[in-house]
């Protein structure tokens, strides 16, 4: 089973600063099968980019992704009040159980 | 409208049976792979099961333990989960899910808003 590492745990910023949160996976992963999901406070998660960099639809473009082999990031250009919530990363597409990270929760500062 | 709705959840006892069922629209239900997602409230996310479009293949977290038992009805546009010999380590709020492709190969693209299984005596 791949391993996703989180990190920070918990990122305290304000309101139209820039968020960069990290992943970090045990083993290397196609950066196609790495995704990246928000979950607002009892809401279901909402997918926000796979394969990596690729936005869902009706994902705004101050979302944005990167990496490969085992390091990922997602990074939020300028934090608006609705992105507040917590981020998984996700690896799919490879043997089962598909994994998720921890989470990161992004708070307001 | 494209929505999953989930149903079935419930306070059982530890070693009851109880079956989710998810019901799909606005989409061309199918043509997709599907899954069930669990989540410990105020805890993460873990993949419980996933079928492909056409029931060939499907797959189980390892720590099920074969207590678990995915299946699809096309016709109906619905994915079940059905979920023997719970436990409390069970508990949780499960997810039905779509996946972006046909046979397990895309993110998560549409949740639903989840089903309470509450195992406890």
């Known amino acids: 089973e791949i391993v996703l590492t989180q990190s920070p745990g918990t990122l305290s910023l304000s309101p139209g600063e820039r968020a960069t949160l990290s992943c970090r996976t045990s083993q290397s992963v196609s950066s196609r099968r790495l995704a990246w999901y928000q979950q607002r406070p009892g809401q279901a998660p909402r997918l926000l980019l796979y394969g990596s960099s690729n936005r869902a639809t009706g994902i705004p473009d101050r979302f944005s992704g990167s990496g490969s082999g085992t390091d990922f990031t997602l990074t939020i250009s300028r934090l608006e009040p609705e992105d507040f919530a917590v981020y998984y990363c996700?690896?799919?597409?490879?043997?089962?159980?598909?994994?998720f990270g921890q989470g990161t929760k992004v708070e307001i500062k | 409208e494209v929505r999953l709705v989930e149903s079935g959840g419930d306070l059982v006892q530890p070693g009851r049976s109880l079956k989710l069922s998810c019901a799909a629209s606005g989409f061309t239900f199918g043509e997709y792979a599907m899954h069930w997602v669990r989540q410990v409230p105020g805890k993460g996310l873990e993949c419980v099961s996933g079928i492909s479009w056409n029931s060939n293949t499907i797959a189980y977290a390892g720590s099920l333990e074969g207590r678990f038992t995915v299946s699809r009805d096309n016709a109906k546009n619905s994915l079940y989960l059905q979920m023997n010999s719970l436990r409390p380590e069970d508990t949780a709020l499960y997810f039905c899910?779509?996946?972006?492709?046909?046979?397990?190969?895309?993110?998560?693209?549409?949740w639903g808003q989840g089903t309470m299984v509450t195992v406890s005596s």
């Open positions: 996700q690896q799919y597409g490879t043997s089962f159980p598909w994994t």
């Open positions: 899910v779509k996946e972006r492709g046909s046979y397990f190969s895309g993110a998560f693209d549409l």
